[in-house]
């Protein structure tokens, strides 16, 4: 029997009226681009996530790449990150020809060592690009604490981290912005590529939503030169019938864990993820 890595169908046949009924209201409408379901998705999201802002994208990937180039960084700029994650977060760092730095992971949770994080701080260094890999979130309140001291953007990649804590803080919201990815697979997955940034900047906010449209807040008036990264509004219709049920379907998640912790911690050649304490593991 072929088991899949992700089972999408499942999902959506639990939902498929909320689903069918989404996608048919975007095409009567044809609310494709912009419009009232992206900013009904951005309100929701906001609202659900505990954040002040959310501003709608095309991927994960773009999402950090915005951030980044709305805080003005670039070329002769140094950004931290880990190696150990989907290629994104360190690609996007050399879009902005900044030069990405790699710290090693701690051989427990596999995220960020902070030790050697903060030994590679130079007066270079612009930002860290943490990543809540896999659904464990790092030990956001000493990096939050470090880069509050050495005076660094904390951009954190949530892109597999949706409603993780720590210290009963979410992913996301402890740095300048939290970028999102809705590729189908992760844990709050669209039906095609779309991502977000969250923050409670409001100034970044504004910078970030110009700049993924072309630069123009409002039609023709362009006041940077921006990039084409919008998401499609069946992106945001799909995602907003989700919202009601994925708090229970992360909590799910946590529960499936706890049956494979146990399954199959008698096993000697399995080593099973080591959840930090004081945290909420969303297991992507
Ligand atoms: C998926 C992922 C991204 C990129 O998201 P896309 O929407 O596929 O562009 C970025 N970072 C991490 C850690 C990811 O897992």
């Known amino acids: 029997m072929n088991i899949p890595f992700v089972d999408l169908k499942a999902q959506y046949k639990s939902i498929k009226s909320e689903i069918d009924a989404a996608i048919q209201n975007v095409i009567n409408e044809t609310a494709f681009i912009g419009g009232k379901y992206v900013k009904q998705f951005e309100v929701e999201f906001a609202e659900l996530y505990g954040v002040k802002h959310v501003v709608s994208c095309a991927n994960g990937t773009d999402s950090l790449y915005i951030i980044m180039k709305m805080l003005n960084i670039g070329q002769g700029d140094e950004v931290i990150t880990v190696a150990n994650s989907w290629i994104s977060s360190s690609e996007t760092i050399g879009q902005t020809e900044a030069t990405p730095i790699f710290v090693d ?57 949706h409603f993780s804590e720590y210290n009963g803080r979410r992913a996301g919201t402890v740095g300048i912005a939290g970028s999102f990815s809705f590729y189908p697979g992760k844990n709050l ?20 939503r110009m700049f ?43 529960e499936k864990a706890k049956w494979y912790e146990s399954t199959l911690k008698e096993i000697p050649q399995i080593v099973l993820p080591n959840i930090r304490p004081n945290s909420k593991h969303t297991f992507h």
Request: net charge negative.
């Open 105 to 161: 992971i701690d051989p427990i949770y596999y995220s960020m060592n902070i030790d050697l994080f903060e030994k590679s701080i130079t007066d270079k260094t612009k930002a860290v690009i943490l990543v809540h890999l896999q659904g464990q979130a790092c030990d956001l309140d000493r990096i939050e604490q470090i880069c509050k001291d050495k005076n660094i953007y904390l951009i954190e990649d949530c892109a597999q981290s």
């Open 212 to 254: 993924a449209t072309h630069g123009a807040l409002t039609k023709h008036q362009h006041q940077i030169e921006g990039i084409n990264s919008r998401m499609d509004g069946l992106q945001a219709a799909i995602l907003t019938a989700k919202l009601p049920h994925i708090l229970e379907w992360t909590a799910s998640r946590i």
């Open 189 to 208: 997955g669209a039906y095609g590529d779309a991502g977000c940034i969250i923050t409670n900047d409001e100034e970044l906010a504004n910078k970030c």
